[in-house]
């Protein structure tokens, strides 16, 4: 017997009681009991809703968020709530809240991005109305923080969401190109090709962990928010899924460490492939002033990850970075590590 196969087998018996515990305690996810759905994509003239869920932003970030949703030929409509402030948050939570509430509920606003990330938009998650985000679906674009509300909103109303920039991310000729081509011009099928950043230092590297092709839907986004959702109604299915992850300014130790819970969650060895983005300022040297080892970020994807017997890749143009893709969370794709291609194989819009 394999190692996938011995882990699939045994995970078996752990995972249905561990199942069965998360359902009485958090209460059951509602993704068995969904359609998934895509939301209309937009076009120029469309009017586009900026939120700020998580941390909060200033006047200039606003501005510059106004001029990049016009870049676009589409148009910005905002709340005076977008400019609150409470500590490190964009606002009060109930106020971050109906702010995304109201936005779907608007029949005025076609889509919706997120100004930033940061933190807070787990704090949210309770006061969501979900029947209104089934009720109007729509084009809902953000990373980072903002990956619990992907989790969020899809294990919970089966809505297509999209891991892409924010609103005051750089939106240069390559994020833009992949944005609209995802959202706005979508073709049968829309492939995925890494910009040319090797200039930009190792974090940049694109390498093979496991060679090999994988089909399924999409589900990720930031590695320390997915891992959050472990044990919580929000959580996800993984099985055949293809995992995208991105990580920033965390230390080897601490992504091992994520990964480890990943993998004990019974969640990597259930996932048909993984497609890594840029993994930030996580590298750290080896040896220190204080004579302290570590392994590399290299050695710890390799380590925890090779051995799935799965097809996975590091490098990908996502993740806190310049040169972003715009990635549909629930969509079906395939991942060629040979060819470093992530390729949608239908449309993420209508």
Do not use: W
Not at 57 to 79: C, D, M, R, V, W
Not at 170 to 183: A, Q
Not at 194 to 201: I, K, L, T, V, Y
């Amino acid at each position: 017997m394999n190692r996938r196969k011995f882990i699939r087998n045994t995970s078996l018996v752990t995972g249905a009681t561990a199942f069965a515990g998360i359902n009485t305690i958090a209460g059951n996810s509602k993704e068995k009991n969904f359609s998934k759905i895509k939301p209309h994509r937009l076009s120029k003239g469309d009017t586009v809703g900026l939120i700020a869920p998580a941390g909060y932003i200033s006047e200039e970030n606003l501005q510059e968020a106004i001029e990049n949703i016009e870049k676009l030929g589409l148009k910005p409509h905002y709340t005076k709530s977008i400019m609150d402030k409470y500590g490190y948050l964009a606002g009060k939570d109930n106020v971050r809240a109906d702010d995304l509430n109201n936005m779907f509920a608007n029949d005025k606003v076609d889509g919706i991005f997120c100004v930033r990330g940061g933190y807070g938009v787990a704090r949210i998650l309770r006061e969501i109305n979900y029947d209104i985000i089934k009720a109007n679906p729509k084009v809902l674009v953000g990373y980072s923080d903002i990956t619990a509300l992907h989790y969020a909103i899809y294990s919970q109303t089966g809505l297509v969401t999209f891991h892409g920039p924010v609103a005051t991310s750089t939106f240069n000729k390559f994020s833009v190109d992949n944005l609209v081509k995802t959202i706005m011009h979508p073709e049968e099928k829309t492939v995925f090709i890494p910009a040319d950043d090797s200039a930009r230092g190792s974090d940049f590297d694109i390498y093979t962990i496991r060679e090999g092709k994988a089909k399924g839907e999409l589900i990720g986004g930031n590695l320390s928010i997915a891992v959050t959702f472990l044990g919580t109604p929000y959580d996800v299915d993984y099985k055949n899924k293809i995992l995208y992850l991105e990580e920033i300014e965390e230390k080897p130790y601490r992504v091992d460490r994520m990964l480890t819970h990943l993998y004990q969650a019974g969640k990597l060895e259930e996932v048909a492939g993984v497609a890594l983005g840029i993994f930030r300022k996580c590298d750290a040297k080896v040896g220190s002033a204080k004579g302290e080892q570590t392994l590399s970020l290299k050695e710890v994807l390799y380590n925890k990850l090779y051995d799935l017997g799965i097809p996975v890749i590091y490098g990908l143009s996502f993740g806190h970075v310049e040169n972003k893709y715009t990635i549909p969370f629930g969509i079906n794709a395939e991942l060629d590590v040979q060819k470093q291609t992530l390729t949608l194989t239908e449309p993420a819009v209508l």
